[in-house]
């Protein structure tokens, strides 16, 4: 009986423990506003025409994405196929939506970046540059539209 008590407790720790971390890793409380951090999986890719394929976290394609002002934003490498991310920039002649990054999260695989809390209403056209795991460099033009 002291057992089966001692079980639930446990379980009912690590559930709130989990979801206290999760809700921490998706949002991050920044003053009195709720800062919210958007992410793209890049999940596939064609070595052929330089496409990548990007998903929001709910499976969505992603070729085309919507942000808020402010949020912080980051592309999470999920594809086999896909080596490295070597570079994330606007194109030239573009609005750049970010007051910091995107750059390479550590040592990670991984990129990063905040939009500019000022950038409501903006566009930015940009270029994931890209290299196949046979080491071939490619480019890739997803768009960002801050709401």
């Known amino acids: 009986m002291k057992f089966a008590l001692i079980k639930k407790q446990t379980t009912m720790a690590c559930i709130l423990l989990f979801l206290t971390l999760f809700t921490a890793c998706h949002n991050h409380l920044v003053g009195n506003e709720t800062l919210s951090i958007e992410v793209i999986k890049i999940t596939g890719s064609d070595s052929t025409t330089g496409q990548l394929t990007l998903e929001d976290i709910n499976g969505r ?32 002649d573009n609005p ?31 270029n994931i540059d890209w290299t196949d795991k046979a080491g071939n460099p490619h480019t890739f033009d997803p768009k960002i539209q801050v709401k």
């Open 61 to 92: 394609p992603a070729d085309v994405f919507s942000i808020s002002p402010g949020a912080k934003m980051q592309w999470l490498l999920k594809a086999e196929t896909v080596k490295d991310i070597t570079n994330i920039y606007a194109k030239p």
């Open 96 to 126: 750049n939506v970010f007051s910091h990054g995107p750059r390479r999260r550590g040592n990670s695989v991984n990129w990063g970046g905040q939009i500019d809390s000022q950038a409501t209403g903006k566009e930015e056209n940009y």
